[in-house]
């Protein structure tokens, strides 16, 4: 299983930006895909956003246009650039990696849009 840890997160007006981490305890050669998942209250998991090892990128439809997932190799990160936030996106977001062989999750980060 692959440890993820997270950072970032936090309130923000709407209208603003943030800028979630996570890093990998293995090469990011090693995760067939990476990134985000949310969940808000009383609502489903969601997927956010993904990147996989060819460096394809997919996004749930809500986001696109407004966030940017990345990579770094070296530090074994992804990061999510939020930008122009709106308060539906208020949730818990959770960092995720699919390996080849089983899931793997982050502890979660809050991230709150103020209206």
């Known amino acids: 299983q692959v440890q993820l840890v997270g950072s970032g997160g936090g309130l923000v007006q709407a209208g603003g930006s943030l800028r979630l981490s996570c890093a990998a305890s293995?090469?990011?050669?090693?995760?067939?895909?990476m990134g985000w998942y949310r969940q808000a209250d009383g609502k489903a998991r969601e997927l956010v956003a993904l990147?996989?090892?060819?460096?394809?990128?997919r996004y749930t439809e809500s986001v696109k246009g407004r966030f940017t997932i990345s990579r770094d190799i070296n530090s074994k990160s992804v990061y999510l650039q939020m930008n122009s936030l709106k308060f539906e996106d208020t949730a818990v977001y959770y960092c995720?990696?699919?390996?080849?062989?089983?899931?793997?999750w982050g502890q979660g980060t809050q991230v709150t849009v103020s209206s």
């Open positions: 293995t090469s990011l050669f090693n995760i067939n895909n």
């Open positions: 990147i996989y090892s060819d460096g394809k990128t």
């Open positions: 995720y990696a699919f390996d080849g062989r089983g899931n793997s």
